[in-house]
């Protein structure tokens, strides 16, 4: 069963307008969440996270807000930049430590972005 | 370059050959992970090392897959006796006692 869902396959927006990146998830443990950028033929690279006593953590043009009551958190790019363009992965793991110190990432398949110039 | 190294990038074998990965982490980073991607799905987790102990293991990790980290540094992931399911990305990625991940640019494993 896919505990973390990216139901959005692609997205395809604008340079300079905002991106909404959605996730939603159905693990109750799952408080601390990752959003990974991935270019091809490269490995994830991390891009912003947030635990689930916060519900909005901003880096830059990036802001991710989680609503835990419904499960779903998201990714607003703002202003998106064709340098975006890239898969997108959401990660959850339950609480820190509470696995004996794996922390392991349950991912989504992804939403490939595409910012148009 | 400080980054998580995979090697080989790419490996192309036959159906029942053995293959081996190697994974040298950021050097302090005490953390080892094994995931593996096929197209499109997200990265899966295979197995765990806290320095030289392979802590957790997947059950998607069956017996032709083994993982080892001696001393604490680099890594090994072999495969015996490949099929084709076994053709993916296999991404390593460490970590110093938290949870964000750094990630190499993984091997693609192709199994003819």
């Known amino acids: 069963d896919q505990q973390v869902k990216q139901n959005s396959p692609s997205l395809s927006v604008q340079e300079g307008r905002i991106s909404i990146l959605n996730c939603d998830y159905t693990n109750s443990m799952f408080d601390y969440f990752l959003w990974y950028k991935k270019y091809p033929a490269e490995g994830p690279t991390f891009l912003i996270s947030?635990?689930?006593?916060?519900d909005k953590n901003e880096d830059g043009r990036f802001t991710v807000f989680l609503n835990k009551s419904a499960k779903h958190l998201s990714l607003h790019i703002v202003p998106s930049q064709p340098g975006d363009s890239a898969v997108y992965f959401c990660?959850?793991?339950?609480?820190?430590?509470?696995?004996?110190?794996?922390?392991?990432?349950?991912f989504g398949k992804g939403t490939k972005l595409t910012v148009n110039p | 370059d400080t980054g998580v190294s995979q090697n080989p990038r790419h490996k192309i074998t036959k159906r029942g050959q053995n293959v081996t990965f190697r994974c040298d982490p950021i050097?302090?980073?005490?953390?080892l992970y094994w995931y593996r991607q096929t197209l499109g799905q997200g990265p899966e987790f295979l197995t765990y090392?806290?320095?030289?102990?392979?802590?957790?293991k997947s059950r998607l990790l069956s017996d032709r897959f083994s993982a080892e980290r001696p001393k604490g540094s680099f890594s090994t992931l072999e495969i015996q006796r490949t099929e084709q399911g076994d053709s993916a990305m296999y991404l390593c990625a460490s970590s110093l006692a938290d949870v964000k991940l750094f990630f190499g640019s993984g091997t693609q494993l192709s199994v003819l």
């Open positions: 090392f806290q320095n030289e102990a392979q802590l957790e």
């Open positions: 990660a959850a793991t339950p609480s820190v430590g509470s696995q004996g110190g794996s922390e392991k990432l349950v």
């Open positions: 050097s302090e980073h005490n953390r």
């Open positions: 947030i635990s689930s006593i916060k």
